[in-house]
């Protein structure tokens, strides 16, 4: 029994090496709209904010602006402000105490500005610890959040056979 314990830890401590990021990293996605993607994924950074952590959100969708609209923030900065040189520092826009938001709604951007600017971000990641990234349904999303380094990506579905 104790052979198989310690067999298993080391299966888990090599699945562990091989994550492409992070592990504090966390992008939620889902193949279908409106399944909750971005109510858990504010959920799950409110949470880790109450829980005295550093947390930082990122809206990676690049067209919408959720995030901001639930926790009442005004517009702020987005990925089109780094075109002119902007420290991606200067686009976190605090929410309260711990919980900290950077929103990519830049429908101005071309695809390959929007992955390009976001690139810049995983600097930041460092300094947090938590950040969950809300990569929501569409494919150029869940594509950009692999940009980002993530630890680890949770696919949300909802009851539906045809979403998994």
Do not use: N, Y
């Not at 999303?141 to 692999?146: F, G, H, I, T, W």
Request: hydrophobic content about 45%.
């Amino acid at each position: 029994m104790t052979g198989q314990l310690s067999t298993m830890r080391d299966r888990l401590a090599t699945r562990r090496k091989m994550r492409p990021g992070p592990e504090h990293v966390v992008a939620l996605a889902s193949g279908r709209g409106g399944v909750g993607v971005s109510l858990l994924a504010a959920t799950m950074a409110v949470r880790s904010a109450q829980a005295g952590m550093r947390t930082l959100l990122i809206d990676a969708d690049s067209w919408l602006d959720v995030h901001r609209v639930w926790f009442g923030l005004d517009r702020g900065p987005t990925l089109s402000d780094l075109r002119s040189g902007a420290d991606p520092e200067a686009l976190v826009q605090p929410i309260h105490g711990c919980l900290e938001l950077v929103s990519f709604a830049s429908p101005d951007l071309s695809a390959t500005e929007v992955r390009a600017l976001a690139r810049r971000i995983p600097p930041m990641f460092a300094q947090r610890d938590v950040v969950v990234i809300d990569a929501g349904s569409r494919l150029e999303a869940v594509d950009r959040s692999l940009d980002l380094s993530v630890g680890s990506i949770l696919a949300v579905s909802g009851v539906d056979a045809i979403d998994l």
